[in-house]
């Protein structure tokens, strides 16, 4: 198995991450019941059986839910912790009294977010805990404070950034005295302007090519474990596509079939091993929260698609043939 970059820190993490979103019942703030936490156990369970060991939440999925219903099962198997590693994400602010939605990566709020954070998951430490988005206002030095203050009270272990350019975790690298351990950013076959900043640079299908150029390379050249959230594109190409969905994405839909039928393993298999086909190691983050469909996935790192294969999925999913 290839190794990535992420196992330098955690070297007994997996390559498929579990996505914790779809925990918790709905975005509301009702408790969660039994219902919930059943609906946690059977992901879980389905997740480690297929060898995935690390878990990525936000504070605020289902406001906290999500975090919670994982919690509840590690206060009733407590040796449950040592089987998974926990990563989760600050800096996303609701509209309240203070102010409309906005991104808060002040001292303050990251402090107050992990420790709430751990009081939900009933953990001492999260092995990651990820920048969720850029904040206009961030102070470098106090977030480098922060989180430092943090790892040295044993609370975290490492710490990363998610949809981050090159700059901006530049910036914070210089602070830290480290790069971050992960950025985590939106890649699939439905999303591809990472990849066609590189393919289609200097060439008018090339989309937010400096922007993307960049931090793919930085990524790469420091060692920063690319986690790709939607990976799984939202199940349009591994299950039914909306009505009224592109002739693109149908006709990507049909190719990964094939694809899929060539190599006997499901679609699900197919649309992961396209992104981690890629050299940079990219840890696709599942979305899904169904155990049927996290199964599905079980095969994806043992699939290694040719050139063909690959280009093929990849001027499909475009519309369009490479300049």
Request: net charge neutral; hydrophobic share 40%.
């Given at each position: 198995?290839?190794?990535?970059?992420?196992?330098?820190?955690?070297?007994?993490?997996?390559?498929?991450?579990?996505?914790?979103?779809?925990?918790?019942?709905?975005?509301?703030?009702?408790?969660?019941?039994?219902?919930?936490?059943?609906?946690?156990q059977?992901?879980?369970?389905?997740?480690?059986?297929?060898?995935?060991?690390?878990?990525?939440?936000?504070?605020?999925?289902?406001?906290?839910?999500?975090?919670?219903?994982?919690?509840?099962?590690?206060?009733?198997?407590?040796?449950?912790?040592?089987?998974l590693?926990?990563?989760?994400?600050?800096?996303?602010?609701?509209?309240?009294?203070?102010?409309?939605?906005?991104?808060d990566?002040?001292?303050?709020?990251?402090?107050?977010?992990v420790?709430?954070?751990?009081?939900?998951?009933?953990?001492?430490?999260?092995?990651?805990?990820?920048?969720h988005?850029?904040?206009?206002?961030?102070?470098?030095?106090?977030?480098?404070?922060?989180?430092?203050?943090?790892?040295?009270?044993?609370?975290l272990?490492?710490?990363?950034?998610?949809?981050?350019?090159?700059?901006?975790?530049?910036?914070?690298?210089?602070?830290?005295?480290?790069?971050?351990?992960?950025?985590?950013?939106?890649?699939?076959?439905?999303?591809?302007?990472?990849?066609?900043?590189?393919?289609?640079?200097?060439?008018?299908?090339?989309?937010?090519?400096?922007?993307?150029?960049?931090?793919?390379?930085?990524?790469?050249?420091?060692?920063?474990?690319?986690?790709?959230?939607?990976?799984?594109?939202?199940?349009?190409?591994?299950?039914a596509?909306?009505?009224?969905?592109?002739?693109?994405?149908?006709?990507?839909?049909?190719?990964?079939?094939?694809?899929?039928?060539?190599?006997?393993?499901p679609?699900?298999?197919?649309?992961?091993?396209?992104?981690?086909?890629?050299?940079?190691?990219?840890?696709?983050?599942?979305?899904?929260?169904?155990?049927?469909?996290?199964r599905?996935?079980?095969?994806?790192?043992?699939?290694?698609?040719?050139?063909?294969?690959?280009?093929?999925?990849?001027?499909?999913?475009?519309?369009?043939?490479?300049?």
């Amino acid at each position: 198995m290839k190794t990535f970059p992420l196992q330098e820190h955690l070297p007994q993490t997996s390559r498929l991450v579990l996505g914790c979103m779809g925990l918790g019942g709905g975005w509301n703030h009702d408790p969660i019941g039994e219902a919930e936490i059943a609906h946690a156990q059977a992901a879980v369970e389905a997740a480690l059986d297929i060898g995935i060991r690390l878990f990525d939440h936000a504070d605020i999925y289902t406001h906290g839910k999500a975090e919670q219903c994982l919690g509840e099962l590690l206060r009733r198997q407590p040796s449950l912790r040592d089987q998974l590693q926990i990563q989760t994400k600050c800096g996303i602010r609701f509209g309240d009294a203070e102010g409309p939605k906005r991104y808060d990566l002040s001292a303050a709020h990251i402090q107050a977010s992990v420790e709430a954070s751990l009081r939900r998951l009933n953990t001492e430490y999260l092995d990651l805990l990820l920048l969720h988005r850029p904040d206009p206002l961030i102070e470098p030095d106090e977030v480098a404070e922060a989180l430092q203050r943090l790892r040295a009270s044993g609370k975290l272990r490492h710490w990363g950034a998610s949809n981050m350019h090159a700059g901006q975790m530049s910036r914070l690298s210089r602070a830290m005295g480290e790069p971050p351990r992960v950025n985590q950013l939106e890649m699939s076959l439905l999303k591809l302007d990472w990849l066609d900043a590189g393919t289609c640079f200097n060439d008018p299908q090339g989309r937010n090519g400096l922007a993307w150029g960049e931090t793919l390379e930085f990524c790469q050249n420091q060692a920063v474990q690319l986690q790709a959230w939607g990976a799984m594109a939202r199940g349009w190409l591994s299950g039914a596509a909306p009505e009224g969905a592109s002739a693109a994405v149908v006709r990507t839909a049909e190719r990964v079939r094939t694809v899929a039928l060539r190599h006997g393993v499901p679609p699900e298999a197919v649309v992961l091993a396209w992104l981690m086909r890629h050299p940079a190691g990219i840890q696709p983050v599942i979305g899904t929260t169904q155990p049927a469909r996290i199964r599905a996935c079980a095969q994806a790192e043992q699939l290694t698609l040719t050139r063909g294969e690959w280009y093929g999925l990849y001027e499909t999913a475009r519309g369009v043939e490479l300049p």
